[in-house]
C-alpha cells in the first residue's frame, strides 16, 4: 500500500531525511519512532504528497507522490503535527468544509462527521466555536477531520498529544478498528507504549536514517538478547542451578527464584518442567520476564552515545 525507495529531502546543505526505503502493506500499522529533528515527520510529509523529495520516489496504492499528488491526496487521511484548525469556525462546519473539499455528498459528510463526533464525545460541541475547544477536543477534531472521508491510508503524528487517558484510548481503539478494516496507517509518536501496543512493526528513524525496523518482539530479540525466563518454586532453588547453569546463561537468582536467558525457550522450558518434577521441586511460576519497546530505545540511544 506504501513504497519508499530510497526517499531523500535536502534543504539547502541540511540533510533531513536520507535514502529511506520503507515498504507497508495493507492493513498493517508502521510506526515511526526517534527523536526531534530524527526526519519522522518530513518523512510523512513526502509520503503524504505534501513535500517533493530531493531524491528517491513513493507510492501510496501505486499513485506517485510527485506525479500522481493530487490522487494521493484524496486517498489518504493525514494528521499533522500542527493541524492548523480555523478558530471561527464551528465544529461541524469545519467537517462540511473538508469534506466538500473530498468531493463527498452532504449526506455522506453528515453520516460520516456524526459517526465520527459521537465515537471521539464531539457531538455535544459540534456547534461550538473550534476556539473555545479544549487542546484535547482539538485534536479528536483534527483525526475526525482525518477520518472523515474514510480514507484507505492514514499518517498520524502524534495522535494522542495533549489528551487525557480516556481520549486517548479512544483514539488507540480507533487505531486498532482501522487495522481490523484492513486500513494502513503510519504511526508517528513518542509514546513507546502507545507503539508497542498499537504497531506491527516499528522503524527507528535517526539522523534522517531508518537505523532499524522489525516487529516489537524482533527488536527485543536483536538489540536485547534472547528471552529471559522467571521460575519461582517453593522452596530451594539450590537443587536446580547446576542444571540450568549447564544449558542456559542464568542472569540473576535468589532464595527461591532465578532468571535465565535462553534461545529457544518453548523446547527448552518443557525440559526444565519435566527436570523439576524428576527433583520433586515444586513450581510456583515459570514465566517470560516482559521487556519494554523502551529497553530497546534506550539501548538505540546508547549506541548512538557510543559511536559519539
Request: net charge negative.
Amino acid at each position: 500500500m506504501i513504497e519508499a525507495v530510497n526517499l531523500s529531502k535536502e534543504f539547502g546543505t541540511f540533510i533531513a531525511v536520507r535514502d529511506i526505503s520503507l515498504h507497508v502493506d495493507e492493513g498493517e500499522v508502521v510506526a515511526l519512532l526517534g527523536p526531534n529533528g530524527a526526519g519522522k515527520t518530513t518523512t510523512v510529509r513526502m509520503l503524504s504528497a505534501i513535500l517533493k523529495p530531493t531524491r528517491g520516489y513513493a507510492r501510496v496504492a501505486g499513485y506517485d507522490t510527485v506525479t500522481e499528488a493530487k490522487m494521493v491526496r484524496h486517498l489518504i487521511g493525514v494528521l499533522t503535527e500542527f493541524p492548523g484548525l480555523y478558530s471561527r469556525m464551528k465544529g461541524m462546519d469545519y467537517l462540511k468544509f473538508f469534506g466538500e473539499l473530498q468531493a463527498m455528498s452532504a449526506e455522506q459528510i453528515q453520516q460520516r462527521s456524526e459517526l465520527l463526533l459521537r465515537r471521539f464525545e464531539l457531538w455535544d460541541a459540534q456547534d461550538r466555536q473550534i476556539g473555545k475547544y479544549s487542546k484535547g477536543m482539538k485534536q479528536k477534531l483534527t483525526l475526525v477531520r482525518a477520518m472523515l472521508h474514510d480514507p484507505n491510508v492514514l499518517f498520524l503524528d502524534e495522535p494522542t498529544s495533549a489528551m487525557d487517558p480516556q481520549s486517548a484510548k479512544l483514539v488507540r481503539d480507533s487505531i486498532r478498528a482501522l487495522r481490523a478494516d484492513n486500513r494502513t496507517v503510519i504511526l508517528c509518536t513518542h509514546n513507546l507504549n502507545e507503539a508497542e501496543q498499537l504497531a506491527d512493526r516499528i522503524a527507528v528513524v535517526r539522523q534522517g536514517e531508518i537505523v532499524i525496523e522489525g516487529t516489537p518482539d524482533e527488536l527485543k530479540r536483536r538489540l536485547l538478547g534472547h528471552p529471559i525466563m522467571e521460575l519461582r518454586v517453593n522452596g530451594s532453588i539450590n537443587g536446580i542451578v547446576d542444571y540450568l547453569d549447564e544449558k542456559t546463561n542464568t542472569v540473576e537468582q535468589g532464595e527461591n527464584w532465578i532468571r535465565y536467558a535462553i534461545a529457544e525457550p518453548t523446547q527448552f522450558n518443557p525440559i526444565l518442567l519435566d527436570e523439576l518434577n524428576r527433583q520433586h521441586i515444586p513450581v510456583i511460576t515459570l514465566s517470560e520476564v516482559q521487556r519494554s519497546l523502551e529497553d530497546v530505545y534506550l539501548n538505540i540511544v546508547e549506541q548512538k552515545e557510543e559511536v559519539g
